[in-house]
């Protein structure tokens, strides 16, 4: 069997994603991230693939980066979100935005802007009608700070 260039570039390729998506840095910024999340609740938060938090990998300047933020909730009075915070670790102020929902009238979902100090995983948690706290991360690299 011989090789294509092609074929090393593939592998190399699939290598590469296969060690971002599992690398020690993402596990440790998890770690980081639950334990902000207990020191500043006082309660232990989950990470779930329900939260999303989307923002883009990189952005020119930290004064108005742009996020979305979303949860997969039915807002019925037995399952619904009651409030989703975001945090921003390396920024002055570590809590950026906190939004609150009322079940069966309102959407659980964000879009808005929010300034970012420095490159740093930006946390978002959203509290549950039953007290749970999910949690998710996202990396964000700015190249100018939004915070001076």
């Known amino acids: 069997m011989s090789l294509t260039r092609r074929d090393v570039l593939i592998a190399g390729s699939v290598g590469f994603a296969g060690v971002a998506l599992f690398s020690p840095r993402s596990a440790r910024a998890n770690d980081e991230a639950l334990d902000l999340v207990k020191q500043l609740t006082g309660r232990t938060a989950t990470v779930s693939d329900r939260l999303h938090l989307i923002m883009p990998t990189d ?18 009075e037995a399952d619904h979100v009651r409030q989703m915070r975001v945090f921003a670790p390396r920024n002055p102020l570590i809590e950026v935005a906190s939004f609150h929902f009322v079940p069966q009238r309102s959407l659980p979902r964000v879009s808005t802007r929010i300034r970012l100090a420095k490159p740093q995983h930006v946390v978002a948690v959203a509290e549950m009608n039953d007290g749970i706290l999910l949690m998710t991360t996202t990396w964000v690299r700015v190249a100018t700070d939004g915070c001076a």
């Open 59 to 76: 952005f020119p300047t930290g004064y108005t980066v742009p996020m979305s933020l979303d949860i997969d909730s039915p807002m019925t």
